[in-house]
């Protein structure tokens, strides 16, 4: 009778132990097949099959969500080129992001947010215009020149929204060499060294 009540108890925690295992499995695939499943949606999103820039973005916390950051991040990259974000500039970045469609308390609203108040990552800088420069490579040149030019402008207005000098040099030595670096990589469609 005492060898038939511990062999029960112990099929029984074995049989424990194997749910619980099995448990863990399906959610570990359910985890895979989610992640999987994202990361195909930011790919569509941002239009680009290279699986290495999706998982890069994936990686920096890039979401199908938070995509419409990418054409943000070079203004946000320039207006960090000083070291701190005036007012005026975070403003001026807002209120591109709502022409933008990006509503306030929107999880890309809060991510814009956060990258306005503590300065994102070279990393997040420099995969960002990767994917901008390798999603305008799916364009027409006119449109692709257009996009960039236009992309350009805006972060040469959140340059001259920093203020500069007494009203002088609105733009200043290094937020031009910013804007040049931008320029060369969307239109060279080639990241920089440090995102390779």
């Not at 194997?18 to 499995?25: G, M, N, P, T």
């Not at 199908?64 to 005026?88: G, N, R, Y």
């Not at 500069?164 to 469609?189: M, P, Q, Y």
């Amino acid at each position: 009778m005492n060898d038939d009540a511990l062999s029960d108890r112990r099929r029984a925690n074995e049989d424990d132990y194997f749910r619980k295992r099995d448990r863990e499995l399906i959610e570990r695939m359910r985890r895979r097949s989610e992640r999987e499943a994202a990361r195909e949606r930011l790919s569509q999103r941002i239009h680009v099959t290279d699986d290495g820039l999706a998982d890069r973005l994936e990686a920096l916390g890039f979401s199908d969500e938070t995509v419409p950051l990418l054409h943000l991040a070079p203004l946000v990259q320039v207006a960090w080129v000083e070291d701190k974000v005036s007012p005026d500039v975070l403003q001026h970045i807002i209120a591109v992001a709502r022409e933008h469609g990006i509503e306030e308390l929107s999880e890309a609203d809060q991510q814009l947010r956060e990258w306005l108040e503590s300065k994102p990552s070279d990393a997040v800088f420099d995969t960002a215009l990767w994917a901008i420069a390798a999603m305008l490579q799916h364009r027409s040149v006119s449109e692709r020149e257009r996009d960039i030019v236009d992309l350009l402008e805006r972060c040469r207005a959140v340059a001259a929204a920093s203020g500069g000098v007494l009203g002088f040099r609105k733009i200043s030595r290094a937020e031009r060499e910013r804007l040049d670096h931008i320029r060369n990589v969307l239109n060279t469609g080639r990241p920089s060294a440090s995102s390779e």
